[in-house]
Every structure is written in structure tokens, then in C-alpha cells.
T-cell receptor
Framework: DQQVKQNSPSLSVQEGRISILNCDYTNSMFDYFLWYKKYPAEGPTFLISISSIKDKNEDGRFTVFLNKSAKHLSLHIVPSQPGDSAVYFCAAWLSGTYKYIFGTGTRLKVLA | NAGVTQTPKFQVLKTGQSMTLQCAQDMNHNSMYWYRQDPGMGLRLIYYSASEGTTDKGEVPNGYNVSRLNKREFSLRLESAAPSQTSVYFC????????????????FGSGTRLTVV
């Protein structure tokens, strides 16, 4: 049973526009969330995080929003750049466990 | 450069062959992890080690064994490779131990692409 879901396998956006990547989860007890970015032939790299006690966290062009009532997480990239083209994974941590649970990933393509 | 180093980067095995994937980190991290990535499946945890000398099973441990040789090194062994083990394997490490969330997430290696024919 997939506890963390990224329902859009791919997304294409024009350079300069906003990219919105979505992630849904089923367990309301998750207390920490991350977004990772992955380029081909490289490992995932940490991008941005948010605690369950917050609803927004911003870092430059990247903002993560958390809607706990909807069990929904989103990553906004503004403005999008061609270098942002990558696969993005969301991940969630359940307190008392030993791992992050990863979503299936969304491939973002930013068109120049 | 500091980070997680995986070897080899590519490997082709015949069904039934064995091999060991090597992983080393130089960040003095406590925990180390082995994941596999398959299309449409995301990253699935194979095994994890919260500290030197301890290992635990993840979501998909069948067909694999691990060794936490010391704090730096965590190896993954396939005793008798099967085509279903064709995948990209990632090693990762983090500061946190068992039950401790690492707010900076994991540091991943660049992966090993394994094909079993």
C-alpha cells in the first residue's frame, strides 16, 4: 500500500512560469516531509523540507506547502528554469520509525 | 569531495551469479541505507543500519544480505542474482539513528545500475 503518492508521473512547464509538483499521503501521523531532486545518473539530492507543525517553508525559488487536513504536500518552483528539469521525489517520516517513505517521483521538464 | 561513494557504477550479471555492491561515506554519519529504484515504484528500502554492527530489514529484503563493516562502509550482497533484481541501487547515509529523524534528509550516492540477464 503506497502511503506517499505522486500521481503525476510527468510535468512540462515553460521557462519562467511556475512549476507545481504534488504529493498526497495517507498517514496523518507523518511529522516531517522532504523534497528531493534527482538528475539522470546521479543520486537524489535534498531540496527542501517542512515540519508538520508548519504549513509553508520557503527557500529561494522553492516553496513547499503542507495542507494537513487534505494530507497534501506541494512544491512550487518560481520561476522555473531549464536546470530544474529533473525527477522530484517527496518523502515522509513517521515518528518512531527508522526511514523516510518515498513517493514514486514526478519528472519535470522545463522548456526553454 | 565529501559524500557517499558507490562501486561499481554499472554491472551485468548472469542469473545465479553473486556480487557485492560497495558503499562508503566520509561524513561520520551514523545511519546507512540501501535502496532500489524501479520505474513507477519510487525508492524502496532494502536494508538499513542505524549504527556499526546493527542491520535491519526494510521493505524488500528478500534475496539480499548486508554487512556494516565499520562506521564508514555498508555493503549489499546478492547471493544468487535473479532478473527481478535488475534495478538501480542507491546507498545513502544520515546523521540520525534508529527512530531519529534527520532534518537534512539523506545523502545519496550516485547509484549502481545492475542488469541481471
Amino acid at each position: 500500500d503506497q502511503q506517499v503518492k505522486q500521481n503525476s508521473p510527468s510535468l512540462s512547464v515553460q521557462e519562467g512560469r511556475i512549476s507545481i509538483l504534488n504529493c498526497d499521503y495517507t498517514n496523518s501521523m507523518f511529522d516531517y516531509f522532504l523534497w528531493y531532486k534527482k538528475y539522470p545518473a546521479e543520486g537524489p539530492t535534498f531540496l527542501i523540507s517542512i515540519s508538520s507543525i508548519k504549513d509553508k517553508n520557503e527557500d529561494g525559488r522553492f516553496t513547499v506547502f503542507l495542507n494537513k487536513s487534505a494530507k497534501h504536500l506541494s512544491l512550487h518552483i518560481v520561476p522555473s528554469q531549464p536546470g530544474d528539469s529533473a525527477v522530484y521525489f517527496c518523502a515522509a517520516w513517521l515518528s518512531g520509525t527508522y526511514k523516510y517513505i518515498f513517493g514514486t517521483g514526478t519528472r519535470l521538464k522545463v522548456l526553454a | 569531495n565529501a559524500g557517499v561513494t558507490q562501486t561499481p557504477k554499472f554491472q551485468v550479471l548472469k542469473t545465479g551469479q553473486s556480487m557485492t555492491l560497495q558503499c562508503a561515506q566520509d561524513m561520520n554519519h551514523n545511519s546507512m541505507y540501501w535502496y532500489r529504484q524501479d520505474p513507477g515504484m519510487g525508492l524502496r528500502l532494502i536494508y538499513y543500519s542505524a549504527s556499526e554492527g546493527t542491520t535491519d530489514k526494510g521493505e524488500v529484503p528478500n534475496g539480499y544480505n548486508v554487512s556494516r563493516l565499520n562506521k564508514r562502509e555498508f555493503s549489499l550482497r546478492l547471493e544468487s542474482a535473479a532478473p527481478s533484481q535488475t534495478s538501480v541501487y542507491f546507498c545513502a547515509s544520515s546523521w540520525g539513528g534508529k527512530g531519529q529523524v534527520d532534518l537534512r534528509g539523506y545523502t545519496f550516492g550516485s547509484g549502481t545500475r545492475l542488469t541481471v540477464v
